[in-house]
């Protein structure tokens, strides 16, 4: 039995885009496949690891265990559009600094993570961060400097734009 793709439109890091795909494809396989943006890892396939994490209109979701047809109209970010004008967002560079970036195979679910967490809580207790990252492995860390990394963000975050830089 043959199955017949079908259309959807969906904006991805700010770019609408029109795509064929099956009923069966994954968002994150066609974030990856057809879409050529590979920050966003596939481990598990089951919605337990986390490195697939992306933000779907506004709330953080396992690429993996969405169906490409379920977005059809909605917004996605990936990592690589988290960067803007070759800077890295306060959330990647608090990564860097703080060392929480080792083998780098979690970092884009992690960062994504934590970027839907500041978004909807800006100042987050280190249980709330504990919480919000629960769902994001991490075989390199002891998930320590993770944390670090979203408190820095999020005082990264909270600070004033200094208008003459």
């Known amino acids: 039995m043959q199955i017949d793709p079908i259309q959807i439109a969906v904006t991805v890091n700010g770019v609408m885009h029109r795509l064929r795909v099956l009923p069966h494809h994954t ?4 974030i990856r496949e057809q879409l050529g943006l590979l920050g966003t890892k596939v481990s598990c396939g089951e919605g337990e690891c986390g490195a697939c ?10 690429s993996c265990m969405v169906l490409a047809p379920e977005v ?9 559009g988290l960067a803007k004008n070759g800077e890295l967002h306060p959330i990647q560079t608090a990564f860097v600094e703080e060392g929480a970036v080792q083998c780098g195979f979690c970092t884009p679910g992690m960062v994504m993570s934590s970027k839907a967490l500041l978004d909807e809580n ?7 961060i504990r919480e919000s990252l629960a769902g994001n492995l991490c075989r390199c860390t002891g998930y320590h400097r993770i944390v670090n990394a979203v ?12 208008e003459a830089k």
Do not use: F, W, Y
């Open 27 to 30: 968002l994150a396989s066609v």
């Open 53 to 62: 994490t992306v933000i779907l209109d506004g709330k953080a979701v396992n």
């Open 72 to 80: 059809d109209g909605c917004s996605v970010l990936t990592i690589e």
């Open 122 to 128: 800006p100042e987050p207790s280190e249980d709330q």
């Open 151 to 162: 408190q820095s963000a999020a005082r990264k975050c909270s600070e004033p734009i200094n």
